[in-house]
């Protein structure tokens, strides 16, 4: 596809509901969402919001294009999703049904941000229709029918089809733990295998305890016991066993080399956020999977490192914490936006 001349090609851009507009736009038009969504929005807001959209016709479109995904979601056209947005649409116009559950939604990407790209209503789809899912801060543990149990991290997503010769759990998104009957009680382990299929690859537990987490573009497996067999999707004759102790990152096509699992990757397991010398930008951006809406932090302080235990069950304490062992500002636009910027 060629840019138009106009462009400044080093911009970063964005295909978006079938048009070319700068990357930014789409992440300011969800940001708006979020705010407007919350009935927190003041009238000089919205003011603010009608202002923006007509200074560019790039925050028109990724605004229309917002406009079409709330409306498919709450089941209706376009313009009603409008009238439920727009302070200056007639009032008898059809409203959506419940903000705050629109605002819920957003935890599993059908309009939010991830690394400046709008998600797909297909992803959203498949999230919301799995036979398990967990919604951004929510954790669930539920038992199998073999015994297995498997516990949902943070917006989570998996399906399970069991039949007479396999046992096969599918993570949609996010990441699970399982334990197998077998290893849990010391029981006869069952005769068919259990797998576990990502996007990249399919992980065989030989009787075993471990961790899968699904990433955009590859995925990881961390044994805690026993161990675990992985084929890749697309180079099935490359496979690896993952002995415990061990954690291994692979796509579709290639293998990592399995390094020793750290406390940090295992820390949601105990209700926790280890941080170890971690870099604020990318603590905040595992903080973000626990909170719906927007987390923004600024890159100028995206450096900064730092230590610490933190408990996922507050995550209000966490970012109140922030300000006191580094030199940040913690912003609440509203409970569904909020920003790191330097305190300086």
């Known amino acids: 596809m060629t840019l138009p001349d106009s462009r400044d090609v080093s911009v970063p851009m964005l295909l978006v509901g079938g048009r070319l507009i700068k990357a930014a736009a789409a992440d300011e038009a969800a940001e ?7 009935d927190e929005a003041t009238q000089e807001e919205k003011q603010r919001w009608q202002q923006w959209r007509e200074a560019d016709p790039d925050h028109e479109h990724a ?3 917002i406009e079409a995904v709330t409306g498919w979601l709450g089941g209706m056209q376009p313009q009603a999703a409008y009238g439920a947005l727009s302070p200056y649409a007639q009032s008898n116009t059809p409203k959506l049904p419940g903000r705050r559950k629109m605002i819920s939604l957003l935890s599993f990407g059908a309009i939010a941000i991830s690394s400046g790209a709008l998600v797909s209503r297909s992803s959203f789809w498949q999230r919301r229709t799995a036979d398990y899912h967990t919604a951004a801060g929510e954790q669930r543990s539920l038992t199998l029918d073999d015994g297995t149990v498997v516990t949902l991290n943070t ?3 998996i399906d399970v089809r069991f039949d007479a010769h396999a046992r096969v759990v599918h993570l949609v998104a996010g990441e699970i733990a399982l334990l197998t009957r077998h290893a849990a009680a010391g029981a006869p382990a069952d005769p068919r295998p259990l797998y576990v299929y990502t996007a990249q690859g399919r992980i065989q537990a030989l ?3 471990f961790v899968v987490r699904q990433w955009d573009g590859h995925s990881t497996v961390a044994v805690l016991q026993s161990a675990v067999d992985v084929v890749l999707t697309d180079n099935p004759a490359n496979h690896r066993v993952v002995q415990q102790g061990e954690r291994l990152l ?4 290639s293998l990592g080399a399995p390094v020793p699992l750290d406390e940090q990757a295992l820390g949601w397991l105990k209700g926790q956020i280890i941080a170890d010398n971690i870099r604020l930008g990318d603590f905040m951006a595992e903080l973000a999977r626990y909170l719906p809406g927007i987390v923004r932090c600024d890159p100028a302080i995206a450096d900064l490192r730092f230590s610490g235990v933190f408990p996922l069950n507050d995550i209000d ?3 109140a914490t922030l300000p006191s062992v580094l030199p940040v500002r913690v912003q609440l636009r509203t409970r569904y936006w909020v920003t790191l910027t330097s305190a300086e």
């Not at 708006?32 to 919350?38: A, Y």
């Open 250 to 253: 692979f796509t579709s096509t």
């Open 63 to 65: 605004w229309s294009h």
């Open 155 to 157: 917006a989570s997503a």
């Open 317 to 319: 304490r966490i970012l």
């Open 32 to 38: 708006w969402l979020t705010l407007l969504m919350s």
């Open 207 to 209: 009787g075993t305890h």
